[in-house]
């Protein structure tokens, strides 16, 4: 018999193989001291807990194909919900909490859920704020409910007490699974449409990119990926964090749970990965069961990858993936490859992401913020020309909900072929790897030659008092003109800004993509996206810029 296409079903699979093993750990309570106690749920009691949800959910209405808000923190119930949703055939949309107010009302009245799920904060903010307001009739809360009516977790479970074996819903390949939205990072946060074809095909990719097999224990610090991990027939660890500050992480709480679970298995954002290194430097500690990282949201400096590598085992892999919430995984290289081309990085080359994931096709076209109708020989460049990185993958998705004007911009219709246009910069080497220069939108054109974020600001980063760097563009005397704001690692006295200044200037006369830029703003902290902490608002600094010419 043909497994079902949906990703519940590989669920139900793992708790039929392999019932004793533990699916989840998860603390108890967040944000604790002294040692941190957790509940566990083996694959067989995660399949059961999924049924009687989705029982339960059925019974509140919610039905297949219904569009389901969920807000729920990273916990043993995020799990159930969302597989308990698959099996039901209804439609969960996330949307990271963090984002601005504004910005999440805008999201919640676009995919106009007609369930919420959300701990109490959040059908607090839902009322006091109008969020979906015209579309929401069914409320379910994880926790206290207060005055907003519908039903508890608790009686949802009661309600689906006797759906020991729940019956999957017969999805089809090409039928909604849920609506993922993108960070926000350059706009508003769009929501992408996944089928449940590019979930199965996003299990099958990412096992086979990075060699993970059944049976491995995974610390998941980016809860969209813990869900994954049954799939994969790994073992989730929730850590203790808060998933929208990354960047503030308690790095001494993930090396506690590594330990004690023997991890193997890590994911995590740019920023992230950079504390728990620089913790590891600080300290010596050794993480002697990790055998892979995975870092993705922004390119990860050499720098960090090279601190990392001094707290793994010898046979330990890094990989940083390349991808978009519309298409992931694209590309991957690992840690060791990224410091052989670490020094072409700091000549201006940009970020060296690795060659294809061998699903996906990747094109280089002429770069155009006009729709693009065809690929062809007329708009696509040569090897070593930098151009709009276009890809064609069982992971491409289709469409942005309810975003048509969004959708035909990022869209390539080749026949019965969808390329995503990834608004990502790039060219390919002589040895078949994309190179990464930075977002289309955030290119600096000028009557002196186009400058690309990643090639300009490689080459400054390396200024051994820099954190980071960050390219704008501002006008002065009537032209645009590139300018470099920049943010000194901790502790630097305001004095040294001078002299700081004058190296930046003579590191940058020594290359062809940076010999032109003489301007250069010292900047406290960059504002940068809540998802990752790690991607720059560059829009906004060169708002700030502006101010200072």
Not at 256 to 275: E, H, K, M
Request: glycine fraction near 8%.
């Amino acid at each position: 018999m043909t497994e079902l296409c949906n990703i519940a079903a590989v669920l139900k699979r793992r708790a039929k193989e392999s019932p004793e093993r533990i699916a989840i750990h998860c603390p108890k309570r967040f944000g604790g001291r002294g040692p941190i106690e957790y509940l566990s749920l083996s694959y067989a009691e995660l399949e059961a807990e999924t049924n009687r949800i989705a029982g339960g959910l059925k019974a509140c209405g919610i039905k297949r194909g219904m569009r389901t808000a969920l807000m729920v923190r990273p916990s043993i119930e995020l799990f159930v919900l969302m597989f308990a949703l698959f099996k039901l055939g209804a439609v969960p949309v996330l949307i990271d909490p963090g984002i601005d107010r504004r910005a999440l009302k805008e999201c919640l009245a676009e995919s106009a859920p007609e369930a919420f799920i959300g701990i109490p904060l959040a059908h607090l903010a839902r009322r006091m704020f109008g969020w979906a307001e015209q579309s929401v009739r069914i409320n379910i809360t994880v926790g206290r409910r207060w005055l907003w009516g519908g039903k508890t977790y608790a009686q949802v479970r009661a309600l689906g007490a006797d759906s020991l074996d729940f019956p999957i819903a017969e999805t089809e390949q090409n039928e909604l699974a849920a609506i993922l939205f993108t960070s926000g990072a350059t706009g508003v946060p769009k929501g992408v449409e996944y089928l449940h074809r590019h979930f199965l095909a996003q299990v099958v990719m990412i096992r086979a990119a990075f060699g993970i097999t059944p049976g491995e224990i995974d610390l998941p610090t980016f809860p969209p990926f813990a869900l994954f991990d049954p799939a994969l027939g790994m073992t989730s660890v929730i850590p203790d964090m808060d998933p929208t500050r990354p960047a503030e992480v308690n790095a001494e709480r993930l090396v506690q749970a590594i330990n004690q679970f023997g991890v193997t298995s890590l994911f995590g954002s740019p920023a992230l990965v950079d504390r728990l290194a620089r913790y590891g430097e600080q300290t010596g500690v050794k993480l002697r069961t990790l055998k892979r990282v995975i870092s993705a949201g922004a390119p990860v400096p050499p720098e960090v990858v090279a601190r990392l590598y001094r707290m793994l085992p010898e046979d330990a892999k890094i990989f940083t993936p390349y991808g978009a919430t519309e298409c992931l995984p694209v590309c991957a290289i690992e840690g060791r490859e990224i410091l052989d081309v670490a020094e072409r990085t700091r000549e201006g080359a940009g970020i060296c992401v690795g060659k294809p994931i061998a699903a996906n096709r990747v094109r280089i076209l002429r770069a155009s913020d006009a729709t693009v109708s065809t690929i062809s020989t007329q708009n696509e460049v040569q090897p070593g020309q930098i151009g709009e990185i276009v890809v064609l993958g069982p992971t491409t998705t289709h469409s942005y909900f309810r975003r048509a004007e969004a959708t035909r911009k990022s869209k390539i219709v080749e026949g019965e072929k969808l390329w995503h246009r990834m608004g990502d910069l790039g060219y390919f080497d002589n040895q078949g790897r994309l190179w990464y220069v930075g977002r289309s939108l955030h290119r600096i054109e000028t009557g002196n030659g186009v400058f690309y974020p990643e090639q300009v600001e490689g080459v400054f980063n390396q200024h051994p008092k820099v954190k980071r760097t960050a390219l704008v563009g501002v006008q002065i005397n009537g032209f645009r003109t590139p300018a470099v704001c920049v943010e000194l690692i901790p502790h630097v006295p305001k004095q040294q800004w001078p002299r700081i200044k004058d190296e930046l200037r003579a590191i940058g006369a020594r290359f062809a993509v940076t010999s032109p830029i003489r301007h250069f703003f010292p900047h406290s902290g960059f504002p940068v996206d809540i998802r990752h902490n790690a991607k720059i608002d560059r829009v906004k600094l060169g708002e700030w810029a502006a101010k200072k010419v």
